[in-house]
C-alpha cells in the first residue's frame, strides 16, 4: 500500500496536536499537501516532498549518525518513500534497515507519532536531474541495545553513535535529549 496524502495529513494533524509550536514552521508542508496531494510523497515533487527519518537511540544516550554520500553531511538515518511503504514509521524504519544493517527486530518504536518533523532544502543534482526542493523530515524515535552497524555503501559512507547533545537544531536536540533521559531515568 502506498502512503497516501491522507496518512501524511493525519500523522501531521497529531503531531502538531503534541507540539503546536512547530505549526509555523511547518505551514510549507500544509500549502505543499494542499496543491500536491498524493504527489507529495514522490521524490519528483519538486515544490517539496516527503521523506522518513529515524532517530535510534540507546540506553547509554547516544544517537546513530550516518554520513550521507551524495551530501557529505552526518545525517540521521532516512530517506525517501518507496510505494510498497504502508506508513511513515514504516518508510523511516526501512531506511534505517537498509542504511545501517540494523534489523527491525532488533529496534523497538516509540511512538506512532513523530519525534520531529524537519523542513529543510535540499541542493540542485544535476547528475539525477533534481533543482533544489524541500524535503519535510518526518522523524521517529527508536531504541536499540545493537552497536554493530553495516553500511550500505552506495549512499552511505560513516556511521557514528553521537550524544544527543551534539544533535544539529534546538528543537530536534532537545527531545532527543528529553527522550534518552527518560529512558535513562
Known sequence: MTITARHVRDTLTVYLEKHPEDEEALAGLNDVLDEAGDGITSRKEFRGHVTAGAVLLRPDGRVLTIEHRALHRWLLPG????????????????????????????????????LHIDAHPI???????????????????????????????????????????TLPGDILRARVTAAASAASA
Not at 518508510?91 to 527491525?104: K, N, P, Q, S, V
Open 123 to 165: 541542493p540542485a543534482n544535476p547528475s539525477k536531474g533534481e533543482p533544489d526542493h524541500r524535503h519535510f523530515d518526518f522523524r521517529f524515535l527508536f531504541t536499540t541495545t545493537v552497536d554493530d552497524v553495516v553500511l550500505q555503501e552506495e549512499e552511505v559512507t560513516g556511521a557514528s553513535w553521537q550524544s544527543a547533545d
Open 79 to 114: 530517506g525517501h518513500l518507496e510505494p510498497e511503504d504502508d506508513t511513515l514509521m514504516l518508510a523511516a524504519l526501512r531506511e534505517l534497515t537498509e542504511e545501517t544493517g540494523i534489523g527491525a527486530d532488533d529496534v523497538t518504536a516509540q511512538s506512532p507519532v513523530p
